[in-house]
């Protein structure tokens, strides 16, 4: 990979260790994957956040680190919610560890901003390089808002963020974003559907790049429950909504396909997989109002999005619900082995694999009634 003289000097050490290192992971993914030279960034998302994921190994692996970040750089969601993590069942010991990861990040100069849906804080501009580590986020940044970014690890999408530069190659070029296989649905979906699409899909067409033609137009959180279902059970990254053009192959997509046998028992509900939008919570305060939970459900979403919907948390916290930021039912082990149920094909994909939860999905308004019900 071509780098210019100041990328010599910073991969040479000549302008600090924290930005030699950065260099180093960049350089050497840009060797891997054959890319021509870096681009400049327009931010950064990061992963690797919670305590649960990363350990003491992370910690340790954070605590290393030295420089600041050169372009806006977020988090991806942690292991709590910093305000309200007693109410989750928290101990301090995870409490501390997790606190002080946070603050590693914030030392290089990385907002503590933890959110899955970035872009409700700062929605990248059309056709910008990101390097963003988030699967739903990346999809939703490629697919909806028409930047480009591939999927990062953590540290490379931290590395991109101190250098303000990434590797040429994948989502970041033309010839890698052409869409591979027509996904053909001739019936109308509404809310979950288009996660329950998305989980189907993504086993069906594994990392290739699908377009889709639908009867009616989704809305935006549509298309990001639909991204997550995607790039959590097949890594796809990238969809479209354009269907001109010529496909080689072609997935026609039943009513019964998308029928998932989802039914037992909940201990809780959890909703908000990815981030609920402000919409979102509006829509399940509707659901939820002038009625009591009778089993606790839980509203996962970024404090960026709570603080400015604050009437609308307020008045989903007096059903007994609690509006909990900064982390998720996936996450935070404040979920392990609970049997929940969600209305996420993310979350129905990682349910059982990451939180040993025994998971069922069902549509926002399902699990409202579920949470209302004895
Ligand atoms: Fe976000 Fe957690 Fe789902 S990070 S996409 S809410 S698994």
Redesign the pocket.
Known sequence: MYLTREEERILSGECGLGKQKAMEILAALGEIYGADKLIPIESAQIAGVSYKTIGDAGLEYLADLTGKVVVPAML??MGMDRFRWKELGIDSTFFEKQMAIIRRYEMLGVEAQCT?TPYYIRAPRKGTHLSWS?S?AVSYANSVLKARTNREGGPSALAAAMIGKTPNYGFHLDENRIPEILVKLQFQLVGADYGTLGYVVGRMVRSKIPAFSFVNQPRDDELKALG?GMAASGSVALFHLDTTGKYEETLEVQPADIRLHSTGEADAVVL????CSRAELIEIERFLHGRKVQRPLWV?TSRFVAQRAAKTVSRIEETGARVICDT????SPAFEGCHMMVN?G??FE?GPSLCRSPTIMGSTEACVEKACSA
């Open positions: 991806n969601p899955c988030e739903s997550a908000g997989c990815p981030h996962c998720c039912m996936i996450v996420s993310k979350a990682y």
